[in-house]
């Protein structure tokens, strides 16, 4: 993996002399005009007047060439500077968030898709959260990354990929600063940032161990990874971003946490994507469920499921309800009994999606048998509160 090293002073240094490059080459061209462009025939024949004439027109065409040309360096020009005024801002806020503190334990919070800076409540939250039960008393620091994504974040935004190789360039900058100080460090990475923190996690495991962060020193904490070996919807293969197809290390000497809520689709992807009912499922946990990680209660994201694989600790938090059903249950007065009723039908074919195996459709036997126990769910579960089940609890168990 190779990283892009941005110099702000050098790129200033360019931009000016590309500015003097661009004016010059455009007062030659204005000099060049009034000559070039009326040429007179050197004689009243046909034939000096065409040659004339033809000269004329390769003189214009020139001058509107030159023109386009002028304003390609131009643009050129202001985006060279509009980078380099991003690079030397980021540079700056997280120098001034690093120098803020003299504490020997550091946590580096990086935001998601559209948080490039995160704030204070959104540091705080991922401390009571994430943080506090193993990392407590960590110094909180923002890092700047940009966090974009086009055209999700805007029609002028950076490309997803351009956005992370950013990112990574800016974490591993810190890391490496903060890791040589001798300080402890925990990285936070949620959603975009999540696969900044997976591809450092490889760049580093590729260094030689000589060149390596102590594994004393650095750990991470991951929410809502799109990496995430366990179901990250980049482990599986989408169009335009196959450079990001690959699952956080399994495989690492550093200590990794990565927290997963049910049904989301970055984090929990179905196996089987061409299995509609749990795609459309991913859909809704996508809308309701991905941008709750940073501010879940600490009860919730204690009580999550836990699954050791070396270094890495899985957190898996389950989804009582179907977000399928969320539009369902915004009805009023009976839109949560409905969806209560229709759960325990629809929720073993959701799961049949998230089954290893065959895709679900062309095993007729298992689409049966997840399609049973939904329906002896639904019979044994009264509709309305304090109603007996359809059916006796034995006769459902024998269903």
Do not use: C
């Not at 696969?195 to 161990?209: H, K, V």
């Not at 939904?374 to 168990?397: E, F, Y």
């Amino acid at each position: 993996m190779s990283f892009v090293i941005t110099d702000p002073d050098m790129m200033a240094t360019t931009a000016d002399e590309l500015q003097g490059i661009g004016s010059a080459l455009e007062a030659t061209n204005a000099a060049a005009a009034a000559p070039t462009t009326g040429v007179l025939p050197p004689a009243t024949d046909s034939v000096s007047a065409r040659a004339a004439a033809l000269l004329d027109a390769h003189a214009q065409q020139y001058q509107a060439l030159s023109a386009q040309a002028e304003m390609f360096h131009n643009q050129f020009v202001q985006t060279l500077i509009t980078a380099k005024n991003a690079y030397a801002e980021a540079e700056a806020s997280n120098a001034a968030a690093m120098q803020s503190t003299s504490s020997n334990n550091i946590a580096l919070i990086m935001g998601g898709t559209g948080n490039p800076t995160p704030d204070l409540k959104y540091l705080t939250s991922i401390e009571q959260a994430y943080l506090a039960q193993n990392y407590s008393g960590y110094t909180l620091v923002g890092l700047h990354t940009p966090e974009q994504f086009w055209p999700v974040t805007g029609i002028n935004s950076e490309l997803f990929g351009k956005s992370v190789y950013q990112g990574l360039a800016t974490l591993n900058n810190a890391i490496l600063t903060q890791t040589a100080a001798g300080n402890h460090v925990v990285v936070v990475g949620y959603s975009q940032s999540a696969t900044i923190a997976s591809l450092e996690m490889r760049y580093l495991q590729a260094l030689p161990a000589a060149l390596r962060p102590s594994q004393d020193l650095l750990n991470f904490v991951l929410l809502a990874d799109p990496n995430n070996p366990m179901g990250g919807i980049l482990t599986h293969f989408i169009p335009g971003f196959g450079t990001f197809h690959f699952a956080t290390p399994l495989v690492t000497q550093y200590a990794t946490s990565i927290f997963t809520m049910q049904y989301d689709a970055i984090a929990d992807f179905p196996l089987h994507p061409l299995w509609l009912p749990s795609d459309l499922n991913a859909l809704f946990g996508f809308l309701d469920l991905h941008t709750e990680y940073p501010y879940l209660a600490a009860s919730q994201v204690a009580a999550a499921i836990q699954t050791q694989i070396g270094n890495l600790t899985f957190h898996f938090m389950p989804t009582a309800q179907l977000p399928l059903l969320d539009p369902l249950r915004m009805l009023p007065i009976l839109g949560n009994p409905l969806a209560d009723l229709l759960q325990p039908f629809l929720k073993p074919i959701v799961d049949l999606g998230y089954a290893p195996g065959l895709l679900p459709g062309l095993n007729p036997l298992s689409v049966a048998g997840y399609v049973g126990q939904g329906a002896t769910a639904g019979i044994a579960s009264p509709l309305v509160a304090g109603l007996s089940p359809l059916v006796s609890s034995s006769a459902a168990s024998g269903f």
